[in-house]
Each structure stands twice: as C-alpha cells, then as structure tokens.
C-alpha cells in the first residue's frame, strides 16, 4: 500500500492551486493566509483554511516522488503560511474560524492534530532549510497548551479531537497536563454502538473524523483498545456505500444530511487500519477511497490529509490484497440495540439542557441497507424521511410523511422485519397543561408583572391528551416496493405524502394528474407517473388529493429537488407502488 502516483500528482496540482490563492501582499493583514474562494477570506482553520495548504505543502516538500521535493519556492510560501497563523493565533492559543466558532477550543483542536503531523513529518526529512518554518509551526502548537487543556467542546466528535490534539501535544512537549486532560476527555465513555454508528450519524463527515481522531489517540498514547470503534465503524461503513461511490447520508444528523460526500475522508483511517489489521476490505475501501479523493473538488483537511499520514505512518512495505467489496446484501444497522433503556435513564442522571448543544436522541436508531448490484435501498428510522432508493441513475432522495398533528414531518421509531418486507411504526403524543398549582406557584405571579417564563411550567400536568399513530408496511416485490400507509386517529389530520427526486429527473404524468404548485414541487392527485434519469425509470402509482394545502406546517421541501406531494386525511390507508422498470442492470 505505497503512496501512489496519482495522490502524490493531486497533491501536487493542490500545491499550485494554494500558491495561487495565497495572499502576498505584505501590507495586508491576512498577510500569507490562503484565500477560501467560498468566501475571500484567509482562515486559520483546519477545513477551507490555510493550514489545509501548508499540509499539502509540506508533504510535497518531504516527498522524493514530487515535482515540489525541496522547492525553495514552496518552502517560503510555507514560511509566509506560518507567520500568518502565528498573526492569527488569539492570546489565549486559541483560533477563529470566524463563520460560526470564536476563540474555539476544537477548532485549534483540528488545527493541532493537523499541525502536529506536519510538524513531524518536517522534522523527520533530512532537508536543513525546514528548520525555521518547523520552529514557528512547533511554536503555534506550544501556544495552544493552554486552552487546550482548559477548553470545552460543542458536540461529541469534538471530545475526540481534543483528546487527539492532547495525545499530540504530550507527545511533543511532555507536559503531564495535556496527558491528565485527554484522559479526562476518554473517560466520559464511547458513543457508539455494537454496529459502529457515532452519535452523530453522521456517514458523510463526523464519522470519518471520529475514526481517524481515535486511531492517532490509539497510536500516541498506547491505547490499542480504542481501535475497536474505528473498526466498528470502518466496517459498517462498507454497507452504507451507493453503487456510484455516493455515501449514504439520508438520516445524518448533521449538516452532511442529503448532501453528496464520497469516502475521500475516510482514506487514511482504511490505509492505517489495513496496516493494523491486515484487513483485504479495508485495503479495497483505501483504494475507493482514494479514488474519489482523484475526483474531489476540495483538498482533505489539514487533520486528516491521507498523503501526510502516508508519509508519516508508512505501511512498512506490507501488501494487503484487495477483496471484492459486497454488492448485494441486507443489512440491518442497530437493530438490536435497545437505544430506550439509555433514554429512559436520562431522568435519573439528572439530564439538563446541553448547552450549545443538542442530546442526539436518534442514536442508535435502526437502519435498513438493501444492495441489489445498481438498485440501493435505505430505510431509516428517527429523521425526517423514512425510505431512499436510487436505480440506476434514479435517485429516489427520500419519501417523508408530513402531519398537522406535530405539525411537522414524522419520524419513524421502529423498524422491524416481516415475512415479505418489513414494518415501521412512530406514536406521539399531544395535549394541553393545566395550571399551575397555587401553592406551587412563585412570588412573581402576585407581582405587576408575571412572565410566563417564570412559572414553573414542570408542575403543570396534562389534559385531553392525543395519540397519533402512523404504520407504514413495506412489501418487498421482486421489481419494486409496496408502501401501505395507514392512520387511523385521530380523525381529521392532515396528512401529506412526498417523494423527492434529483433535479435532473424527468418527471411524467402518464395517466395521472400533476399540478404544479412551487417551481420545485408538483400535487399528485391521481394516476401513474414515471421518473426518468438517463435509460433508468421508476413507476409509481398511489395519487391522491384529499385536501389541497400546498405545504404542512414546520415541513419544508428542499429547493434543488423535485417533489410530489400527495395528500390524505385521516383515516386513511393509503398505498404507493414503486416499481423499478428494466432497463439497469440490477
């Protein structure tokens, strides 16, 4: 598994590319900061931001087989990156990335981890003229020992990153703080399941970053233990792929949530655990991985950039053989775990409001993987749509079910098999509170003036209280899918049906009735409609226009797709057929 030519060569047209974003002009003060074409502006942060560059850099100048080996021209522009994140480096050692995050512990974090591995790996080439830029990047990185070992963090990936930045840190510098602090970090407990699904969700970005957090933590401090999540993860992963290499992101719980991602992240995570396990489909995910790297629009960050680990941490010269990657399976993702009996702890350990933060409650929840070769299912529980299929070139993003009862989309809370399909269900409730109690009631009530806020809203109990139930029976056909969706109470709500396609599909109403409602969005009242992207099409039946609201409450509809919506009142059972026309290879 050698560093191979065609990374060294993209790494080699990134160097370019930063050079030529890089600001020279010395009177400016974002001074050799790298310009983020997104936005115009120099960051000092690890995605977008120039310590992306100067890892990319760095590798080519500590590379035999780059065209930039021991450029002088790179070099100083190292040089000029450096000073500017010494420029951009707050009192406190922390940094900005300016957009969201200020004087942010796990940003600096990410900066560290990435920072700390080229550090490294300028020290460990035999090249003099690296010295005084190794200083500076080694003087950055002294500066972040205190907020990092007094900083916090917003979500949970963000604990791993600290407690990778730590390990590197102590490493460097010895300090028996920075070791105290990230084992404070590693002892609040894993937060993944036997499945190998982070809290997040999140297949397109946090994921990748918990893994690789985890394996350079594992490295430095001697801890092959927490390897055993990444592999979890690693090979859950190898189900959760598209047959066009797309990752599935149809249930993140992050801002990766429908978006396009590819496994490029996910590159140097594969390449160390094959060296580590000797792992044929880890080797043949590196190489997927590695390929959609070829195709990325964007450089990795700077904390997890392949080439630089590569470069670091060589494979020794072992060969790991590549084995086919599964292309038809069923695979079911927590559907053992029992993700209830953690919730129902929650009142016991005293659960509060996460400040800055949310508590991911969808953690854990089940998710179906269906691979027939060119035909991938996705049905998920506890996010906003329940069923994703992609045929070919058809990509079916999601099929979500909207009420007023919420208002809002409804997620399903389980997911079961049956003997030709499967089951999914979700029940909510909805009532009214009562008054407040008098002798519960504060000083506050008798004053002027008595917010609502000040009332102790926790003492109110509960009336006419309501029970929505929803069931959709999923019927697998040897074509196709059968979806009946079926309330019954409470009668009277309305209820909306929608199934989101790309932007590029054609859209026809064969014997049925469209209405064109938004630009993005067409009423299905009756009838048959096919979809078609390229020689792909997809059939449905199951029209129907039992009320005429274009939208439901708190239920937005996704711009840059094509929607159908059908719309029922309970109490309804109502049935969608999908069928998948040949024409692919399935």
Same mark, same amino acid.
């Given at each position: 598994?050698?560093?191979?030519e065609?990374?060294?060569n993209?790494?080699?047209l990134w160097?370019e590319?930063?050079?030529?974003?890089?600001?020279?002009d010395?009177?400016?003060?974002?001074?050799?900061?790298?310009?983020?074409?997104?936005n115009?502006?120099a960051?000092?942060n690890?995605?977008?931001?120039?310590?992306v560059?100067m890892?990319?850099?760095?590798?080519?100048?500590?590379?035999?087989?780059?065209?930039?080996?021991?450029s002088?021209q790179?070099l100083?522009?190292?040089?000029?990156?450096?000073?500017?994140m010494?420029a951009?480096?707050?009192?406190?050692?922390?940094?900005?990335?300016g957009w969201?995050?200020?004087h942010?512990?796990?940003?600096t974090?990410?900066?560290?981890v990435?920072?700390?591995?080229?550090y490294?790996l300028?020290?460990?080439d035999?090249?003099?003229?690296?010295?005084?830029?190794?200083?500076?990047?080694?003087?950055?990185?002294?500066?972040?020992i205190?907020v990092?070992?007094t900083g916090?963090c917003h979500t949970p990936?963000?604990?791993?990153v600290?407690?990778?930045? +730590? !390990? =590197?840190?102590?490493?460097?510098?010895? &300090?028996?703080?920075l070791?105290e602090? *990230?084992?404070?970090? /590693? #002892? $609040?407990?894993?937060d993944?399941?036997?499945d190998?699904?982070?809290?997040?969700?999140?297949?397109?970005?946090?994921?990748?970053?918990?893994?690789v957090?985890f394996i350079?933590?594992?490295r430095?401090?001697?801890?092959?233990?927490?390897?055993?999540?990444?592999?979890?993860?690693?090979?859950m992963?190898?189900?959760?792929?598209?047959?066009?290499?797309?990752?599935?992101?149809d249930?993140?719980?992050?801002?990766d949530?429908g978006?396009?991602?590819?496994l490029d992240s996910?590159? +140097? !995570? =594969?390449?160390l655990?094959?060296i580590? &396990?000797?792992?044929?489909?880890f080797a *043949?995910?590196?190489? /997927? #991985? $590695?390929?959609?790297?070829q195709?990325n629009?964007r450089?990795p960050?700077?904390?997890?950039?392949?080439?630089?680990?590569?470069?670091l941490?060589?494979?020794?010269?072992t060969?790991?053989?590549?084995?086919?990657?599964?292309?038809?399976?069923?695979?079911?993702?927590?559907?053992?775990?029992?993700?209830?009996?953690?919730?129902k702890q929650?009142?016991?350990?005293?659960?509060?409001?996460?400040q800055y933060?949310r508590?991911?409650?969808?953690?854990?929840?089940p998710?179906?993987?269906?691979?027939?070769?060119?035909?991938?299912?996705t049905m998920m529980t506890?996010?906003?749509s329940?069923?994703?299929?992609?045929?070919g070139?058809v990509?079916?993003l999601?099929?979500q079910?909207?009420?007023?009862?919420?208002p809002?989309?409804?997620?399903?809370?389980?997911?079961?098999?049956?003997?030709d399909?499967?089951?999914?269900?979700a029940t909510y409730?909805?009532?009214?509170?009562s008054?407040v109690p008098e002798?519960?009631?504060p000083?506050?009530?008798?004053?002027?003036?008595?917010?609502?806020?000040?009332?102790?809203?926790?003492?109110?109990?509960?009336?006419h209280?309501?029970?929505?139930l929803?069931?959709?029976?999923i019927?697998e056909?040897?074509?196709?899918?059968?979806?009946?969706?079926?309330s019954?109470?409470?009668?009277?709500?309305?209820?909306?049906?929608?199934?989101?396609?790309?932007?590029q599909?054609?859209?026809t109403?064969?014997?049925?009735?469209?209405?064109?409602?938004?630009?993005?969005?067409?009423?299905?009242?009756?009838?048959?409609?096919?979809?078609?992207?390229?020689?792909?099409?997809m059939?449905?039946?199951?029209?129907?226009?039992?009320?005429?609201?274009?939208s439901?409450?708190?239920?937005?509809?996704?711009?840059?797709?094509?929607?159908?919506?059908?719309?029922v009142?309970?109490?309804?059972?109502?049935?969608?057929?999908?069928?998948l026309l040949?024409g692919?290879?399935?």
């Open positions: 598994m050698a560093v191979s065609q990374l060294v993209i790494n080699d160097v590319q930063g050079m030529a974003g890089q600001i020279l010395r009177d400016h003060r974002s001074f050799g900061g790298v310009v983020d074409p997104e115009g502006i960051w000092p690890h995605h977008a931001g120039t310590p560059w890892a990319i850099w760095g590798a080519a100048l500590v590379n035999p087989s780059s065209a930039y080996y021991h002088e790179v100083e522009r190292l040089e000029y990156a450096a000073q500017y010494l951009f480096q707050h009192d406190d050692g922390s940094i900005s990335p969201t995050n200020f942010s512990p796990p940003d974090a990410f900066v560290v990435g920072y700390s591995q080229l490294l300028l020290e460990q035999d090249w003099s003229k690296n010295a005084p830029v190794a200083s500076r990047i080694l003087l950055f990185l002294k500066q972040t205190p990092m070992i916090g990936n963000h604990r791993w600290l407690s990778a930045a +730590l !390990s =590197y840190l102590y490493r460097l510098f010895g &300090d028996p703080r070791l602090r *990230a084992e404070q970090w /590693l #002892a $609040e407990g894993i993944i399941t036997p190998g699904e982070w809290t997040e969700r999140s297949n397109g970005i946090y994921n990748a970053v918990s893994d957090m350079h933590t594992a430095l401090l001697d801890k092959a233990e927490l390897l055993e999540p990444v592999r979890a993860n690693l090979e992963m190898i189900y959760l792929i598209h047959p066009s290499g797309e990752i599935v992101t249930y993140s719980g992050r801002q949530f978006q396009n991602f590819t996910y590159m +140097l !995570s =594969y390449y655990m094959t580590i &396990d000797q792992n044929p489909q *043949a995910m590196t190489a /997927l #991985a $590695e390929k959609a790297l195709t629009a450089p960050s700077s904390a997890n950039n392949p080439l630089v680990g590569m470069l941490y060589p494979d020794a010269g060969s790991v053989l590549a084995t086919a990657l599964p292309t038809h399976y069923r695979k079911m993702i927590n559907g053992s775990f029992d993700r209830y009996q953690y919730i929650i009142a016991e350990v005293g659960y509060g409001q996460i933060s508590p991911h409650l969808d953690f854990g929840a998710v179906m993987r269906i691979r027939e070769g060119d035909t991938s299912i506890e996010t906003s329940l069923l994703a299929i992609r045929y070139q990509r079916l999601g099929v079910i909207a009420s007023y009862f919420g809002g989309f409804v997620p399903m809370q389980s997911l079961t098999p049956t003997a399909g499967f089951t999914m269900t409730e909805k009532g009214y509170n008054c002798h519960e009631l000083a506050s009530a008798q004053a002027t003036v008595s917010p609502w806020y000040l009332l102790p809203h926790q003492h109110r109990i509960s009336t209280t309501q029970t929505y929803l069931e959709v029976r019927t056909l040897e074509h196709g899918l059968d979806l009946e969706i079926i019954n109470e409470p009668p009277d709500v309305m209820t909306q049906l929608s199934l989101v396609f790309d932007q599909a054609i859209i109403a064969v014997d049925g009735q469209l209405e064109q409602i938004t630009p993005e969005s067409q009423l299905w009242s009756a009838g048959t409609v096919v979809v078609q992207q390229g020689n792909d099409m059939e449905l039946t199951g029209g129907c226009l039992q009320h005429t609201a274009s439901v409450r708190e239920a937005s509809y996704p711009r840059d797709c094509q929607t159908l919506l059908v719309n009142m309970t109490p309804f059972v109502h049935r969608i057929g999908i069928r040949p692919t290879d399935v």
